[in-house]
């Protein structure tokens, strides 16, 4: 495989009696379409990823020579070809197909979509009605919450059978049958809802008939019922890839979402982001801003109905809840100093709203007690690239793992935690990459796998370090990058001596063998890159794990190359922003040392305040200092520590004993639930903004509409408490704020908002604004001190907790597809909720059948912090002996039960290593 | 959560009134999305499956094992070979339900009777009355046995045909079927063959010898072969020589595909010459995997034709154990009912253990074909002629045809003659000759017109029985082919609109379902034919699309007979008020 590919030779054809330039390779069809002839199309997706099949027969055109006529979307070009788009011969074969197609369709009027791209072409070519007899009918399917399946429409084109399985390779279509018999099925002809469907969408946006919808869309007839009104391009507002996409708004509020050619997605999307965008619509939406009811004490915060806050809450205007909730900050400040108050970012809200919640904290609350979620996430992931190459970002996009001969994917479940970026790697799967899936469970990606090693929980460093082990004993490392770029091999090489596979093999039940194929594949490729995620870094070691990912991309010089790389997947649309903008207690933005005093009087010139000359709290340190009475007011935006954090009892009674919270949100969260002021926000879709992905790029996001009731657009609210806090801003607009982060913010050089206004996205580094962004970084050098990377060595720790006679099973906690974070926006969207609408355990047949129980019974997890009851789940992916319990369901919630041990160097909580026993629920 | 655990400060459970969603009756999913294969279906089909490491080009042959040793492919068992395969359910679905010989059944749906007896529907077997027949059965038949249409089983001479299972019954009546259905299987039944050590006793192989000793060259022997006019014998008439070299100037490695899904209605030839002395088509084979250079040579054998798959099974096994075939792997695959596959690079597909789909062309087979390498595609009875045509040379071959026609042909003349069978005389024999050579016409029946290449040839009215029948030449003037020279005879007796009808129902059958013209196109036909009056316009647009727009040549040629019939049978084409 090769990222350069060589320049495609220029051949001559002549097209409709034109001599014309065609490029080698091109087809027909693209070569028309470049002379500005569109030739009709139905089975040709002319879109990146979708290969021509030549089916449908709606494109054919003459050639001479050529004893019949020939598919344009299939056939390529070749010197001299004489064509003829249009001749009769091609134009009678068009629009008989189309004759053909549309006698089996219901009749315009009746056609589920009349505007789909089969009713336009048969419209063009006149043939809307046809001479031949019907077939018989399909009944609709209507089993899937999001998408309406009318077979009646079909055409058999396959369109929907590639989206699935050769563009998102979710595996779920079929063309089954022969002959006229031949339909779309999903997995063995079952309804879509009961198959493995993982409601991608990619099938509904690439049908071109009508016979795959958003029911959204439809009427109970399964008509197009809604015409969107307006189109907003913005960005998803989930996970880490970044996906672009266009918010399809009718009467002010969003009907649905479709993908955009973005650099990351390339008009892929999940089922998160396609259909679950009605959360802004719900109900629970906090419209005015609320204050606490003085009869309410927090301590009988919970339980509340997010839908009635006015049990706990009385309604308020701005101007009130605003002067409450910055006196209640500043009146702290005063009586107990700036130590006393801490304040949490998110990486659910843009660029601009991280920069301006830290610059508050930091001049207003006059502290660095400010943090925000990805210290439980990827801190330690950060920690370790911070200090061996200087960067704690990605060092290549994920997408430069098409160039890849080997991939690495560890502690990451990306099918389910970032499913697009998991479609481009199992491309690259497919298209002959060495793909090793490294992870207790079992995964989706299996499949694609050249090998899975299902390793023991908690023993990641004994596998890697037995894979450094190999590849430095069969000197298969790259001699020539490790002595020019890297320092520390010799530290490696002794550390790792003694870590043989078989020495190994015992603590993370791999067999050496095993070990010893990966690592030399991995070794021997010409380009590697290694993907992790929460798995890797939710450890008290986890720092650990990704100095060893580190040494192994270093060792066999798998950095600053296409294909090559480390890329730590972000789990929140704008985790890398966010810490970018300097949403941690450590870091001013671009990562500077807020105890370095240069640096520091740089900020205080700009920001015009003194600044606190240490580092602040992390969010768990947080969380206890509260807890002691240390931390007093807090400012918590978008964040929902009260469902996130470890040992939530503690964690909610810390949240009880604030004196003062202030919690800026749009829903009534777990975490509002404690506020003393709560302020209506604004959804992603509903405010200007711009994000940056998991491969560094920076997105615009587009307000589609407007916040509902009397919420308002977080820096709006932010500034108004940032003055009455005596900080006198005046920004007006978001695209102020970036302008000023720009002049802190050296990764944006190049990157203005004009210029993401006009082309979406930009990575950075990025030179000057003419230049584009650098997917890959750190080619040449790093930066740190001596310019190289470093490999520092790990020892094999055993997790914080480990299991015994009375907590038997590890617990381990996670996202599901369909639920991202704590659920308080995918449990309010309706597709979401109805594809997952329960909390479960998941529980290998081995130890299901061992307490006798059956999937579907109820359960008790008990830890020694706490125990949640919930049904079981019978997970075929898990190994005997581990559970799996996902945090996004309030009505159990998994972090009662998680380990608030912290990794000594990220500050990253151990959500990956529980010790737990299962009972029947009210056995325990 | 459990009753007795408490919140610290509230001394309440942590549960919330009131769902998010509003929603009531949330029913938790048990499981992950979908089918989950159980374990019991994992560890039968694992046992099934005896250990063998898993290629996904087998996947056909596995679901033969499946079939065969369940009597369907149950769901179950399905989930549980994706699993092992690690394949997408839906591949496996899509690959099962394309072939005719395989039963699928969900869940709760009924597997097949123990029995199954197919009575072949094809045009010469309806011409001998199967469709009766069939019904006949069908209307006696309990759970224990089903009577199901079948498309040419290749007994054309032999008509009506029938099977059980797949083992043949030719000249099958009611009575003799329902008696086979009520006994126990018979076994399988071997034809009285020439095997390998009687064929090397009569000279057999000695070609082979010489090409792999040196003793006679490769060269050679091709410029012997190209001198020759031995042409594609499957249908397509290329000639064979030239496809060798072409083959042999791809780059390796090189692979070999030797067709043999004799599927073309009417035609049996190949099932003949299998029978009787195998390993003339084996050498055959061999020299050309010396000459051209194969790394492995795949047999496809329609499974229509189990029998000749158990010899050769049985005689390739026997071979493995010589040095002759040394110089190449040989691989035999097994069909599953799907007309189709004998088109070459449907074939390929499903060698590759995939759906019959045919390939578009350029890139050809002979460039791009199995697993994308170079691959020598060659018909059965081609392969069969190159060791006679290399011991005898190229004009003891060519000097047995006519002027113009040099070579001899085997043609399969079934229908309404005397004595159907197989004529091997020289190419460009016409359909009165061949008549002749089999005893004449029926008694009672009145030469009317004939199908000169098999279903997609077309129909010639008895005026024409002079053309030679040939590649190309006068045959294609007039909208026909040879094909695989597969003759049916046709007398007054029969409805040519009817008999195109059929042929009409056997493409829509046997479509691929790929393209429009064919798919659709096929099956509108078949409605339309069955209609009180023809529209005899449309159907003639609609053929001239077919022809034209169609990716394979089933598609291109499937409406010959209905072009021909409108053509030459006007008096057979309904209109309104007209009896058929």
Known sequence: MSAHKSPRKTLQITLDGQQTEVQEGQTIWQAARDKGTQIPHLCWKDAPGYRADGNCRACMVEIEGERVLAASCQRQVSEGMVVHTASQRAETARKMVMELLIA???GRDEAHDPVAPLWQFAESQETETSRFPARSQAAPDSSHPAIAVNMDACIQCGLCVRACREVQVNDVIGLAGRGADAHIVFDFGDDMGASTCVGCGECVQACPTGALMPKTLLDEGQKLAITPDRQVSSVCPYCGVGCQLTFQVKDEKIVAVSGRPGPANQSRLCVKGRYGFDYIHNPHRLTQPLIRREDVPKSASLPFDPANPLTHFRPASWEEALELAAGGLNQIKAEHGPAALSGFGSAKGSNEEAYLVQKLVRTGFATNNVDHCTRLCHASSVAALLENIGSGAVTASFSQCQYSDAIIVIGANPSVNHPVAASFIKNAAVGGADLFVLDPRGQALDRYASESLNFTPGSDVALLNAMIHVI???QLYDAAYVASHTEGFEALKSRTEAASPEAMSPICG?????????????????????????GVSQHTHGTDNARCLISLALLTGNVGKPGAGLHPLRGQNNVQGASDAGLIPMFFPDYQAVDDPEIRSKYENVWGHKLDPAKGLTVVEITHAAYEGRIRGMYIMGENPAMSDPDQN???AALARLEHLVVQDIFLTETAAFADVVLPASAFPEKDGTVTNTDRRVQ??????????????DWWIIQELANRMGLGWSYSHPRDVFAEMRLVMPSLTGITWDRLEREDAVTYPCADEQSSGQDIIFADSFPTASGKGRMTPADVLPPDEIPDADYPLVLSTGRLLEHWHTGSMTRRSTVLDALEPAAEVHVSAADLAAMQAQAGDRLEVVTRRGSIELAARLDPNLPAGMIFVPFCFWEAPANMLTNPALDPYGKIPELKFAAARLARAGQA | MAAGHQNEQTGTAWQQAGARSGKSGRKPRGGPKGRQVTATALAEISALLDGQSLQRDELIEYLHLIQDSQGCLSAAHLAALAQLMRLPMAEIWEVASFYDHFDLIKEGETPPPPRTIRVCSSLSCMLAGS???????????????????????GACDQAPAAADGHQLIGRADKKGLQKTAAGAKEPLQLPDYTGLDAYLAAGGYQILQQLKAGKLADTDALESLQAAALRGLGGAGFPTGRKWSIVKSQPGPRLMAVNGDEGEPGTFKDRHYLSTDPHRMIEGMLIAAQIVGIERCYIYMRDEYPEIIALLRAELAKLAETDLADHTQIILRRGAGAYICGEESAMIESIEGKRGLPRHRPPYVAERGLFDRPTLV????????????LENGAGWFND???????????????GRVARPGLVRCAAGSTAAELIEACGGMAEGHQFKGYLPGGASGGILPASKADLPLDFGGPLAEEGCFVGSHAVVILSDQDNIWQAASNLMQFFAHESCGQCTPCRNGTDKAVEMMAAEEADTALLTELSAVMADASICGLGQAAANPLMTAMRYFPEDVPVKGKQK
């Not at chain 2, 469709?131 to 089983?153: M, S």
């Open chain 1, 472 to 474: 430095i004993a069969e």
């Open chain 1, 104 to 106: 089996d369709q219901p």
């Open chain 1, 650 to 652: 503690h964690a909610r």
């Open chain 2, 400 to 414: 047995q045809g006519l002027p113009d026609h040099p070579g001899f042909r085997t043609y399969s003349v079934s």
């Open chain 1, 510 to 534: 791999i067999a050496p063998d095993r070990i010893r194929k990966v690592a030399r594949s991995f070794a021997r490729a010409q380009a590697g890159m290694i993907f992790w995620g929460m």
């Open chain 1, 700 to 713: 615009m996001g587009r307000q589609a509409i407007d916040p509902p009731g009397d919420a308002r657009q």
């Open chain 2, 378 to 389: 060659n018909n059965v009875e081609t392969l069969y002629w190159v060791r006679d045509i």
């Open chain 2, 131 to 153: 469709e009766k027949l069939l019904a006949d059965l069908q209307a006696e038949a309990g759970d224990q046995v089903r009577y199901i249409a079948a498309p040419c089983l």
